[in-house]
């Protein structure tokens, strides 16, 4: 008897009887796999359908925020300085590339105004890079967590994304006043930059799914990606004006795939369509020097097809592991 | 062993009762990674040029052909020597395992309470109630009214709400965890020892809530070194031996032969 009643229950022994189809051992005619599926069990490890899914994450946005503000302050919490790093980190970023590139090397020679240039092209890449390597770690720093308590595994990569993203919407902060200590018109047009910031957020969301299942299979990929984001910095024109080489290198000239292929980068994309909203002058210097070949409106598109294409494969790709996740 | 079979046995059904858990003919291999070779670069690197597999790397093979049906309602007790099998079989209930044969189904989802969830080290005990309470999917109206409720039950010293969690004693933090999943009402919940660091007071606690638990029909499995906490808290004990069912019945006959047996 498998279970601690073998008396009392009214189905008891009787076997015999006809009139009792269910009453049956392994090796007659209803296996326990079909038995489960009388009763509607279902497989513990499957995962479940694509609506029920978004469903669940969707019931979990509450949880996706307060992980996203909880980490963001336990972030810091070991340092005296505390949140203030959030600033600190990336101004000194500007701080040094504006030392090498701007000062040293002289890349800004033909650019109006470098420092806004390059806190843009910092920040904004930034943004995109934080997001794909903590969201390659965000199923594996997790473990505890997955393993613990039942819940969509969607939902950790996208707070990841919440957390980079609260952390820009500080840096913008100070974007604006440099833009505007710069001479940089307030107007209407600025708030064009909105929709840039949320595209870039949709594409870093996707990117970072992707990269979160990568790396929860193989944990070599977080090693890589540190220079695989640094290779893409210096092919994104982030700190020199990507435009600007192509109007000048004698290779990228002769040859013209590559610089097609440069300009659909989603690195360079997201960041130049930046510099094309919130700096005015930038904006004309690209348009009435450099041969016109950037239009703001090819941009748009390309931002725009990134994001939904990043998001929605991204997604997918993250689900199609989703009963994976925590094993071992 | 009046109502206990030995191994092998076909399994029965009642008819009259629910099933909640159907473990089929289940076979569970794991592979464990090991630190094998001679772990630097370089015996690394030819490693992966001569495309072999990790050195370390053997298979085991955990559980060998289970098959039992558990009903709604029901504390079962899972015991054992160590090794054979135990916590492996609620990672493969709780759908963490893959079946490498035969297969698991459950009503509903489980949720595996292991002493090594530690949930977010980092953060405080609020937060963990607050994020734990959110993640299984409670609304934040929700989380407001349970937390005090979940911070008097894991009864952590005065003040320790608000450390971090790495900072807690494994006692304190296995009762926080224990108290945040039983939050919720689970179809299937699934202790891993995780009642075994906790002290007399706190297991009475636990073992009123296992109650009720099982009263709003879900099932409990329990896995215990301490028998006579299976003993009281169980109504039903499987002894797995070596991957395989040893005997399935009624706690006390189960127990008593366990006893016997190790013993010996």
Request: with cysteine.
């Amino acid at each position: 008897m498998s279970h601690p009643e073998p008396t009392g229950a009214s189905g008891g022994e009787s076997v015999g009887t006809l009139a009792e189809p269910p009453r049956m051992n392994l090796g007659s005619s209803e296996s326990l796999a079909a038995y489960a599926a009388r009763f509607g069990l279902k497989q513990s490890s499957a995962r479940p359908s694509l609506r029920k899914y978004l469903q669940e994450v969707w019931e979990r946005r509450h949880f996706i925020w307060a992980f996203a503000s909880a980490k963001n302050i336990a972030m810091y919490s070991d340092s005296r300085l505390g949140q203030v790093w959030q600033l600190l980190t990336p101004l000194l970023n500007v701080g040094v590339y504006f030392l090498i590139f701007g000062l040293l090397l002289n890349t800004s020679r033909d650019l109006p105004d470098f420092l806004p240039f390059l806190v843009t092209g910092v920040f904004m890449f930034g943004f995109m890079q934080r997001s794909i390597q903590s969201g390659s770690k965000s199923v594996g720093d997790n473990l505890s967590l997955i393993r613990a308590l039942h819940f969509p595994r969607a939902t950790l990569p996208l707070a990841i994304a919440v957390v980079e993203f609260q952390q820009l919407l500080l840096s913008l902060v100070v974007l604006m006043i440099i833009v505007v200590a710069f001479g940089e018109p307030i107007g209407l047009h600025m708030l064009m930059f909105v929709p840039v910031v949320g595209l870039q957020l949709m594409f870093n969301v996707g990117a970072g799914m992707m990269m979160a299942r990568l790396g929860a299979f193989n944990r070599d990929i977080t090693q890589l990606l540190p220079f695989v984001t640094r290779t893409w910095l210096y092919l994104s024109g982030v700190i020199f004006s990507l435009p600007g080489l192509m109007t000048s290198s004698h290779f990228l000239k002769t040859h013209a795939w590559v610089s097609e292929l440069l300009k659909m980068n989603p690195g360079y994309v997201y960041v130049e369509l930046s510099r094309h909203t919130l700096l005015g002058k930038y904006r004309h210097h690209v348009q009435h020097h450099l041969a016109g070949n950037h239009s703001t409106s090819q941009l748009w598109i390309y931002a725009l097809i990134w994001a939904v294409v990043a998001l929605v494969a991204g997604f997918m790709f993250f689900y199609r592991a989703e009963e994976r996740y925590g094993r071992g | 062993m009046v109502n206990a079979h030995l191994a092998q046995n076909p399994v029965d059904i009642d008819p009259t009762r629910d099933p909640i858990v159907v473990v089929d003919g289940l076979h569970i291999v794991y592979r464990v990674y090991g630190a094998g070779g001679k772990g630097n670069a370089a015996s690394a690197m030819s490693r992966v040029i001569k495309r072999q597999k990790r050195p370390s790397m053997t298979e085991v093979h955990a559980i060998k052909g289970l098959s039992f049906v558990a009903y709604r309602g029901e504390a079962v007790g899972v015991i054992g020597t160590n090794g054979s099998g135990k916590s492996t079989l609620l990672q493969a209930i709780a759908g963490l395992l893959p079946p490498a044969r035969g297969g698991v189904y459950t009503d509903g989802q489980p949720s595996l309470l292991g002493v090594n969830a530690a949930l977010m080290k980092d953060l405080t005990g609020e937060r963990n109630v607050v994020l734990g309470c959110l993640a299984m999917g409670m609304t934040p109206q929700e989380t407001k009214e349970k937390y005090q409720e979940v911070v008097d039950f894991a009864g952590l010293k005065p003040g320790f709400i608000n450390y971090p969690m790495r900072t807690y004693s494994s006692g304190m933090g296995a009762r926080l965890r224990f108290a945040i999943a039983a939050a919720k009402t689970h179809d299937v919940l699934l202790i891993d020892e995780a009642l075994a660091t906790g002290d007399a007071k706190f297991r009475t606690k636990s073992k009123r809530r296992i109650e009720e638990l099982r009263k709003e029909a879900g099932a409990v499995f329990l896995v215990a070194h301490q028998l006579d906490v299976v003993r009281e808290t169980c109504d039903r004990v499987i002894w797995l031996d070596d991957g395989q069912m040893r005997m399935d019945g009624d706690p006390d006959t189960v127990l008593d032969a366990y006893i016997e047996a190790t013993q010996k």
